[in-house]
Each structure stands twice: as C-alpha cells, then as structure tokens.
C-alpha cells in the first residue's frame, strides 16, 4: 500500500539525518513512539514530538529507556507502528525489551545514533561500535536485521525500509546511523505519498476461535491479531507453545527458538542489500558501511590513482550479513579491507567468511571523528604488497 | 457487553464455575502453591470484570515476572506476559497505541516496586489510564524468599537471614504522593469489599492503585515460623484494620503489625491522555488530531 500522506512532508529539504530520520519514520506510518533523551540522537524525537500531534501520532518522553523500549513492544500489540530512538547507554537499557520484542515477535524499530563508547563515552561524537551490540546484544538466540544509512537521505530511506522489515518479519529492526550522518544536514527528497510504498501488517483472517498466535504459516512468519479485536490471545516472553502458553520443555525450545532464526536466515537472501562496484577483477575489496562509506570511497580513489584494483561494497543492510557473496568474493580477491570506527567488529563477520581464502584487514578508529581517507588507501596498498 | 460476548472462545461453562468462563480453563493446574492468596484475588477481579460487564474483547492485561507474574497468563483476555519489572511501561504503550482499551497491570510487589518501581512512580505522576493491580507477599516468591522493597523490618528472607534491617515500602503512600487519584489497600482476607473496589476503579479513570497483602505459605510464613497460609488469613482477620480516607502516611505495615486497609484515595483528576488533548487543542487548535480510539494503525 502506499503512505498515509499526513506523515509525509513531500518537498526537498535541507535536513540533518535525525531529522530525516524522524520523517522517515512518520512517511511510514509510525504513530508512536517512546523515549528518553540522549545525545547524540534526541533531535530524532525533538522533530517527531512537533510534528506527531498534527497527524494522529503519540509521543511520550518515558522515565529511562528501560520505559522506552517496553512502551514501543506494548503499543506495536496495538497495530499502531512505533519506534523509539537512542544511543549507545540507552542500547544497553533496551536490549532486556528487544530481546522481548524478539521473543514475542512483535514489529517495532529502534533507532541508534552511534556515539564512540565504552559507558558514557564521546556523547557528542561519531562512533560504529556498536555493531556487534545490535548483532547480539540482548541474550539468547534471535536474529535481528539492521540497516545503516550514510547519508540524511539514507537516513529517511532506510527508516522506511526498517518499518517495511519490522512488519514483514516481525522482529525489531534496526537503524544504525552515527553521530555524523545524524548531525550532519544535506540535501532531503522526501517523494509524495503515493510514490512510498507501506509493507501493512498482515493481521489474521481467521476467526478468534481458529486463530494460533505462534503458527508457522510456511514462511515461518505468524499471522498477527492486535489486541482489542476480539483474540483474547496470551503472548510470553517465555518459550511458548503455538498457542503462546508458556511450556518448559527441551523440545518446545527447540521449536520456538529455530522458527525465530529461521524466519530471518531462510529469507536472508531477500533482505540483505549491499551496493557492488568494480569488484570484477578485483584484487582488493573494500567493504563499509554508514559513514565510514564515504570515506571508505575516498581511500579507494587514492589507491585507485596508485593502480591497485579496487572493488567496493557498501552495506546498505547490515545484519543479516551478506554472507554468501564475500565467501564468493573470497575465491578471487586477495583481501577485504575493511575500515569502521570500532576496534573491529563486521571485519570479524568478513574473517569468518572469507575463512582464509582471502585475507580481512581492520582498519580501526576509536570513535570521535572518521578516518583519515589515506589510512584507508595504505591498507588497501598493504593488502597487495 | 453481553454475556454471550463473555462467554466466546471459550469451552468452558459458567455453570462450572462462576468466574471460569474469564480464565484460560486449558492452562489449569496453575502453579500457584497450596494456601496462596493470589487465587483469590484472581477471582475477586473476575468477579469484578463480571459484575461491571466491561466490554471483554477491549480488556488487556499486562504481568510482568514472578508470582504475580502468572495472572495474565490465566485471564481468558488479551494477555501480556511481558519482563521483569515493565508490566507498567508496556501497559504505557498499550493504552497510548489503542486508547479505547481499559489496561489492567496486575503483578507482584517485588517486580513493580522493586525492579520496576521507577515506572511505577511515573505512571502515578504521569496519571496513566491504567488499572495497576499489586499483590504484595512481603517476599520474593517465585526465586525462592529473598529480601523485597516491602519486607518488614526484622521479618526473615533467604538473603536476610538475621531478620530485614532495610525500610520497606509504605506503596499506598508512595502511590497517593506520587498523585494517583485512586488509592486502596485489602487483604485478600476482604474478598467483597476487595471485588467491590476492584468493580469500582474498573469504572474510573486514570492510575488506579490497588495493593492487595497476600499470604505467601511457602516461603514467608515459614521463613518467619507464622504457621500456615490459614493462620495469616486469621491474622489478617485479627489486624486489619479498616480506616476510609485514612493520611496514607499512616499505613506504614510492621512485621506481624496492624495492616491499615481501605480506600485512601477516590479524586477526579485529568488522565495524561486527556491533558494531552487539552492541551493541544489549547494551544495548537485546528491543527491538532488526535489519535483515533482504535489506534493509529495504518491499514488498507
């Protein structure tokens, strides 16, 4: 379907990626959202909660992000879309209910403006450490997607797509943006509303009855009953059964938990998206994503210039991870270089991939600013040596 | 609300039971131990939902973990067994996403004044339209006995073993100071007047807190050598003390203490849903929409 026009301020504008983000989310049709003010990514919600009133939309500043997250679960039951928006602290706070939305399998987004960690951390400046965060972070077995936009314009794009996800596969879906594409402002094409398509959530047909809230209808996917309609159905964060009723077996585990995985890694195919150039005879692949992309395109300019050849691939989506295309790209190049600003976490999904066949090389970046476009380019020069 | 709209999906006939037509009858045994007050209390709120003929299929409830922690599991209603401590918030969002719902969070001391007492304080600020049901046991059950935010100085616990030292909760007081506008206390000793108070804020608006002292045999009692979950009920029987609109300052509870029950606060005071609206509609006129009572769900 198409979007509801009374969240999309169609125009171009000239927005920092917390702006865009915010409008991203409400060209999708959230209606709510729940959080708790953190920098760097309170501009999120400080553009939401102007705007939310005229179109329908609740905002509510909630007293942690504990609150946040639990309220986003609880009103994504309702059908309403919902969302909440943070940083690296308040990701920590959240994981306990996103491990919650994942065992319920509830559709919701959660928004993380990377500042450079460990604890408080560089709350003003860009960080990408938490990757491995958003991977694994809350505990036990489930498979999160993530998206990570490098630009104001991705940041309005991917939030769309994250909604799209989160009602396709009913799980939280994450967008993984830094401090430096939320702050930093550029031109916004935001389409009219007929030209944005809306993944509606799919609500069951059958009769209240007839209706199992944990079936596994071939995709693996459940069909969804809001609350308020008549259902009078129990969901857990506990193992449960088809009926959602709790059971504490070895056997119900087993099932529950491999419909969760499997749901995500039997479509991961269709969900992981990542932009190619020149990798064709390639003898090194440089592999980024957010805002170290751009940066990332520098480096390989100047290495180009050197005569190495040099392929790129950008990760639009991030979690699920490409998996299948670097171990082919591992048959033929030498290496992957992968710059982030962390002290190496996708160089650790890259390594895993390439399983020797080619080589991984970090190129760190503690947090607080980007890279220098030459550190890039020497470790793509390394690579061939 | 008609009965026949109670008494869908389920296979169950009042004549059974009075109250079985409100429970998910395929998940009984519960796993409540022998002599466990929170039963009772179920069924004084079934009772209520009966008596009050609230449109069922518009009930959610929300627990969060514990011994509590098992009511929504058993309410034949949209039930939310949600994490440790977030019944609250969780129930925030439920009645925010879909405003036509009446919300009940019904769970345990340990869970909404121990790990979730922060939410339980905004809620009551904030005045959130929900219906706040708190069992207090004195004790952590369901992990076995361990020291709570309302166990009583020098009463027994597993990780209190020389008697608590620490200040409990007074929740009434906690509750009504924080400005919830409907605050009562029973025992689950006063099945009618708790399934009277129950049907009461069923029909009101905004934070209604509920706390309802409850045996607990297994561990309570018998970490504090009290007898059974019989002789509490008798002790209730001959310490309760009932005192209407009493200063919640009051009713402080002390080990195997006189135990001040009763309704403390009934006042009307706009919901944060209704301040919101009011609001907006001052200060933004025309322009503002609200969300619409079944949500703002996008659907085609």
């Keep these: 379907m198409k979007a509801d026009p009374a969240g999309v301020l169609t125009g171009v504008h000239y927005l920092d990626g917390d702006f865009a983000c915010g409008e991203g989310a409400m060209a999708a049709g959230c209606r709510f959202v729940a959080g708790y003010p953190i920098t760097p990514s309170t501009e999120v919600v400080e553009r939401i909660s102007r705007r939310f009133p005229m179109m329908g939309g609740t905002f509510i500043q909630m007293e942690d992000e504990l609150a946040s997250m639990a309220a986003v679960v609880g009103a994504a039951w309702t059908g309403t879309k919902s969302m909440t928006v943070t940083s690296g602290p308040g990701f920590s706070l959240m994981m306990e209910n996103i491990g919650l939305g994942a065992m319920m399998e509830t559709p919701c987004v959660v928004v993380n403006v990377q500042r450079g960690g460990p604890s408080t951390g560089l709350p003003t400046m860009a960080g990408q450490a938490d990757m491995m965060q958003a991977r694994w972070g809350s505990h036990g077995d489930y498979e999160p997607i993530a998206l990570s936009p490098r630009s104001p314009q991705e940041a309005f794009d991917f939030t769309i797509d994250a909604f799209n996800l989160a009602e396709q596969y009913r799980v939280p879906v994450f967008v993984m943006m830094d401090e430096c594409v939320g702050h930093m402002t550029e031109k916004v094409v935001i389409p009219p509303a007929e030209e944005i398509e809306i993944v509606p959530r799919k609500l069951t047909e059958k009769p209240p009855g007839e209706y199992l809230p944990y079936q596994n209808n071939g995709n693996k996917v459940p069909e969804f009953a809001r609350a308020g309609d008549g259902y009078r159905f129990h969901t857990t964060g506990l193992t449960h059964d088809e009926r959602g009723y709790p059971e504490m077996s070895e056997e119900c585990q087993e099932k529950n938990v491999s419909r969760l995985l499997e749901k995500i890694r039997g479509s991961a195919d269709k969900i992981t998206r990542f932009v190619e150039n020149e990798t064709d005879g390639a003898d090194v692949v440089v592999l980024s994503y957010g805002i170290t992309a751009r940066v990332a395109r520098m480096g390989i300019d100047l290495a180009r210039k050197k005569g190495v050849k040099v392929g790129e691939i950008r990760l639009e989506v991030v979690w699920p991870f490409p998996e299948k295309r670097i171990r082919e790209l591992s048959k033929k190049v030498k290496a992957f270089v992968v710059p982030e600003i962390n002290y190496g976490q996708m160089v650790l999904e890259v390594e895993r991939c390439a399983a020797g066949r080619a080589g991984a090389i970090l190129v760190p970046h503690a947090g607080g600013g980007v890279h220098d476009p030459e550190s890039i380019s020497s470790a793509i020069l390394g690579a061939v040596k | ?300």
């Design chain 2, 1 to 300: 609300m008609s009965t026949t709209t109670q008494s869908l999906h389920t296979n169950v006939d009042a004549s059974e039971h009075p109250i079985a037509p409100f429970l998910r009858m395929d998940r009984m045994p519960h796993i409540w131990c022998p002599t466990c007050g929170i039963g009772t209390i179920v069924k004084c709120f079934a009772s209520a939902l009966e008596q009050t003929k609230v449109d069922l299929d518009k009930t959610s409830i929300v627990s969060g973990i514990g011994c509590t922690g098992r009511v929504a599991g058993y309410m034949k209603l949209d039930a939310f067994h949600t994490t440790h401590g977030r019944a609250i918030p969780f129930a925030t969002g439920l009645k925010l996403g879909r405003p036509e719902l009446l919300v009940t969070v019904f769970s345990g001391d340990g869970d909404l004044s121990g790990i979730g007492g922060n939410h339980l304080i905004h809620a009551a600020r904030r005045n959130i339209d929900i219906l706040c049901i708190l069992v207090n046991n004195f004790i952590y059950g369901m992990t076995g006995g361990q020291n709570a935010p309302t166990t009583p100085v020098s009463a027994r616990s597993s990780t209190m073993p020389y008697g608590n030292f620490e200040h409990p909760f007074n929740l009434v007081h906690l509750a009504a100071s924080c400005g919830a506008p409907y605050v009562a206390r029973w025992t689950c000793l006063h099945i009618r007047r708790l399934t009277k108070t129950f049907a009461e804020a069923l029909t009101r608006k905004g934070f209604r807190f509920i706390e309802v002292i409850a045996p607990c045999s297994t561990l309570y009692a018998r970490l504090n050598k009290l007898g059974s979950g019989l002789d509490l009920m008798r002790f209730y029987h001959d310490n309760a003390e009932i005192k209407h609109g009493a200063d919640t300052r009051e009713a402080e509870i002390g080990f195997q203490d006189r135990i001040l029950c009763g309704k403390f606060v009934d006042i009307e005071k706009p919901t944060f849903t209704e301040l919101m609206h009011e609001h907006y509609t001052k200060t933004l006129g025309d322009r503002f929409v609200p969300m619409k009572p079944e949500g703002g769900w996008i659907h085609e």
